[in-house]
């Protein structure tokens, strides 16, 4: 069983920068890929950005591209995302997930490629 805990979120400042974390834990945890989703109040859940487990393969939503960076520590199973000159209508609770199975990269983009998901951490940007 693969659990993922996310960490990082707080309230920030508009043009602020945040970074979140997403600790994996389980036996032989070997995704073949990792993915950050967010959710606002109302609001179906988004995507973010993916980061292929092995490789250089991302992806970024059009929204965050220039602005938010995904990256992983294989050693310690953990993914990030580091969130620069954030803006309020980045406000939404964000997800962390593993897709355990890769049909096409391509399709990194929606939430039913991810097998596991993380409880969330709440980013908050106050203009």
Same mark, same amino acid.
């Given at each position: 069983q693969v659990q993922l805990v996310e960490s990082g979120g707080t309230l920030v400042l508009a043009g602020g920068s945040l970074r979140l974390s997403c600790a994996a834990s389980g036996r032989s945890f070997s995704p073949y890929a990792?993915?950050?989703?967010?959710?606002a109040p109302g609001k179906d859940r988004e995507f973010v950005a993916t980061i292929a487990w +092995?490789?250089?393969y991302t992806n970024y939503a059009d929204s965050? =591209?220039?602005?938010?960076?995904i990256s992983r520590d294989n050693a =310690?199973? +953990?993914v990030y995302l580091q969130l620069n000159s954030l803006k309020p209508e980045? +406000?939404?609770? /964000? /997800?962390?997930?593993a897709a355990m !199975?890769?049909?096409s990269y391509s399709r990194l983009n929606l939430p039913r490629e991810?097998? !596991?998901w993380g409880q969330g951490?709440?980013?908050t940007v106050s203009s």
């Open positions: 990792m993915g950050w989703f967010r959710q +092995t490789g250089g965050v =591209k220039g602005r938010f960076t =310690k199973n +953990t980045d +406000t939404a609770v /964000y /997800y962390c997930a !199975y890769l049909e991810y097998d !596991y951490t709440q980013v």
